[in-house]
């Protein structure tokens, strides 16, 4: 079974920072490719910032130069978002990908205040 669990989401005012985690049940490198999206209310799921294990990511372009993604080595994939925006407030999933399957976290409340 594989499990994803994100933490660090809250609260933040604008122009602040947050960092999310993803920990896994197994190590990372058993996932083709991880990633977080982010899903605000009444809009579709969207992708915010992938990486694979070949030290490529890709980060969306409304995020691009304020959102980094980053892995420990072991079972974990963060993300740091700086310089946050009210339009970033959404719900984050961490998502883990093994052809042909894809897996959740349960997500976790992002909310940015003007």
């Known amino acids: 079974q594989v499990l994803l669990v994100e933490s660090g989401g809250g609260l933040v005012q604008a122009g602040g920072s947050l960092r999310l985690s993803c920990a896994a049940s197994r190590s990372i490198f058993s996932f083709n490719s991880m990633g977080w999206y982010r899903q605000a209310p009444g809009k579709q799921r969207e992708l915010v910032a992938s990486?694979?294990?070949?030290?490529?990511t890709d980060h969306g372009d409304s995020v691009k130069g304020r959102f980094t993604i980053s892995d420990n080595g072991k079972n974990t994939v963060d993300l740091q978002m700086n310089s946050l925006k009210p339009e970033d407030t959404a719900v984050y999933y961490c998502?883990?990908?093994?052809?042909?399957?894809?897996?959740w976290g349960q997500g976790t409340q992002v909310t940015v205040s003007s």
């Open positions: 990486i694979t294990w070949a030290g490529s």
């Open positions: 998502n883990g990908h093994i052809a042909p399957y894809n897996y």
